[in-house]
């Protein structure tokens, strides 16, 4: 398995959540990492990227919110999440981008805000 997501769970509006993406196999042939999600009856949409070079980009409405970190050494990526939304509730994926190879996605993982 590439890519383990972990801590999704059930929270209340205005509540935080960690979710971490543990990666297995090299780091160093890593380009890029982030999060998605799905909400139900939507597109998946990008959240959160963080580039080998340590640049960060989130989409416009978690900016301010969430933060994407990484821990080489453990070969892990988080997403912190802030100040949650009812419209945060989703699937969040993690993924991966390795050169010349592709993408790896790893298993959902469900974020649900209660309001």
Known sequence: VQLQ???GG??????????SCATSGSIFSI???GWYRQAPGKQRE??????????????DSVKGRFTISRDNAKNTVYLQMNSLKPED???YYCYKDVGGIGRYWGQGT???VSS
């Open 5 to 7: 997501a972990f801590g």
């Open 31 to 33: 380009v890029a990492m």
């Open 110 to 112: 469900l974020v649900t």
């Open 10 to 19: 059930l929270v209340q509006a205005g509540g935080s959540l960690k979710l």
């Open 46 to 59: 990008l959240v959160a990227i963080i580039t080998s070079g340590g640049s960060t980009n989130y989409v």
């Open 89 to 91: 509730t989703a699937v």
